[in-house]
């Protein structure tokens, strides 16, 4: 295992001049060095296949930065950070240009963290390249992008891969959602409250929502999304990874090797969906034409590039069940999808109706207590419960009370922090914890793909349309009808 260190690094980015690189992680570098972070030593190695200098790089990117930092660009965090840039002419296919990367990192005694923002079929070459130059040794560290594969097969083909070259303690695999400050306090409010903590079983819990929602499309990424699909794209990763936080047993500690024992539990715990159960368990849907925030948009297949025939899903809902004693009886219904009428992450836990009714003569049902846990936008943690309506009279009245953990909401603001800005600051210390292990990974697929195969071989394997600017296909209500529930109405 990588020990924590606040060692100086040397952070070699594999596409620097890439997407991810200037959305994402050059504006979560200036943020921790604005924040004062980052090593005083600790260099940055822009690796690009382009003839260009360090002064050319650093001109070029100060107006990508500028466009998804959402802040103005103070002079001196700037210098300071372009201080720390190099760049490296690399094409990764040519295994000898690694050895002008190795002369830059000879340079110095810093740990080394190689970034790959490259697209999938190019990490093979940089796993090799790097071993023939012998720059895998530890304690240095790799870290990969989703998607890794798009099924178990191509998955368990890259980390074998890796895995040639690297230990897993010196692989980080991200998944940006763990790096949420939302997600994170999941586990503060499920291991650090006894009200909760008894009470997060099947005895008490009728059953869960998580609907993770969004209004943008497939942002002209069309050869990607169609390839991948909302399942892979979205629940593969980012709404397992939400599911098993809130259903994995306490860890032994905060380790990334107990957490994720415990995560992998839960994944293997699922029960299967196939072909013999996929209608009853699964809706997925394509988006049509409509109009959100007063703006017509275009469907599904009117988008730049698209194959007119494609069945490929921008929307899915499944009911998941667990085999295990805390949550056998208890569904966890899943749905995400792009175009839809709100952009909102949430998870809804409704507790169980109470048998009798003490009330019954004012009140004829009484409303079911919630959890509300926003995680995206505006977090917060809203407590949905009965209390007597105010008055003179002699009958109890009951109506519906929320209270608000508005405390938690302003700290949020004032101290948020970027996914990736936490993230690349664990990786740079060389920690684990908020990150996925090949297990994970691994364990996600097998019970995907058996999913994705009943899609394609059902009789009836075309998405539902549904306008763009709802909340999803018609099935998806259905899905919850059956069981006499409801989607939770969102707010």
Known sequence: MIIETNHACDLVIFGAKGDLTKRKLLPALYKLEKSKKIHKYTRIIASGRA???????????????KNFLNEEINDLIWKNLSSRIFFCNIDVHEPLHFFRLKTILKQKKNIIVYYCAVPPNTLNSIF????????????????????LGVCLKTSKKINDQISKYFLESQIFRIDHYLGKESILNLFALRFSNTCLFYNWNNKTIDHIQI???EEVGIEDRWNYFNMMGQMKDMVQNHLLQILTILTMDQPKNISSESIQHEKVKILRSLNPINIHNINKKTVRGQYCSGVINEKKVP??????GANKNSLTETFVAIKVDLNNKQWSGVPFYLRTGKRLAHKYSEIVVFFKKKPTNLFKNLNSELLQNKLIIRLEPNPNIIFDFSVKAPGLEQEYKIENSQLKSSQFSKKYSKNSIDAYERLLFEIMRGVQSLFVCRDEIEAAWKWIDPIIHAWKNSKNNAP??????????KNSDLLLAHDGRVWYEFH
């Open 299 to 304: 469907s599904y297949l009117e988008e730049n």
């Open 128 to 147: 090799i390249g790097l071993g023939n130059a012998h720059l895998n040794s530890v304690p240095s560290r790799i870290v990969l992008e989703k998607p």
């Open 211 to 213: 609907t993770v929602s």
């Open 51 to 65: 003839d260009w200098s360090t002064e050319d790089y650093i001109e070029k990117i100060k107006t990508e930065v």
């Open 464 to 473: 539902q349309l549904y306008m763009s600017g709802t909340w999803g296909p």
